[in-house]
Nanobody, 126 residues
Framework: QVQLVESGGCSVQAGGSLRLSCTAS????????WAWFRQPPWKEREGVAG???????HYAESVKGRYTISQDSDKDTLYLQMNNLKPEDTAVYYC????????????????????WGQGTQVTVSL
């Protein structure tokens, strides 16, 4: 089972930027799809951004133009650059990965991913 460890979460003021990282280990099969999900306080988990091995990406409408997902295959690391952060971006952010190759339309579907990290807290204040 792939292990995923997120880092980079912290408290930031609205308008600020953060970059989250997710490093994979114990990889026995090639990961073809990656994604970031988040769970705001008292809400359900939602897909934020996804990327597959072909570089195809998909973003939630709420983060388009502000977030950028990228993946460094040499380092088995996933990133999420978050700019112009808003209080409503406050959430626990989770990294997800799967050996299956997901097309864009499936990259924000939680049930398409078999491996998950423990999450990292992002808090955005006014």
């Amino acid at each position: 089972q792939v292990q995923l460890v997120e880092s980079g979460g912290c408290s930031v003021q609205a308008g600020g930027s953060l970059r989250l990282s997710c490093t994979a280990s114990k990889i026995t099969r090639t990961i073809h799809s990656w994604a970031w999900f988040r769970q705001p306080p008292w809400k359900e988990r939602e897909g934020v951004a996804g990327i597959n091995v072909h570089g195809r990406t998909h973003y939630a409408e709420s983060v388009k133009g502000r977030y950028t997902i990228s993946q460094d295959s040499d380092k088995d690391t996933l990133y999420l650059q978050m700019n112009n952060l808003k209080p409503e971006d406050t959430a626990v952010y989770y990294c997800a990965a799967d050996v299956g190759l997901r097309s864009e339309r499936w990259l924000l579907q939680a049930n398409m991913f078999g491996s998950w990290g423990q999450g990292t807290q992002v808090t955005v204040s006014l």
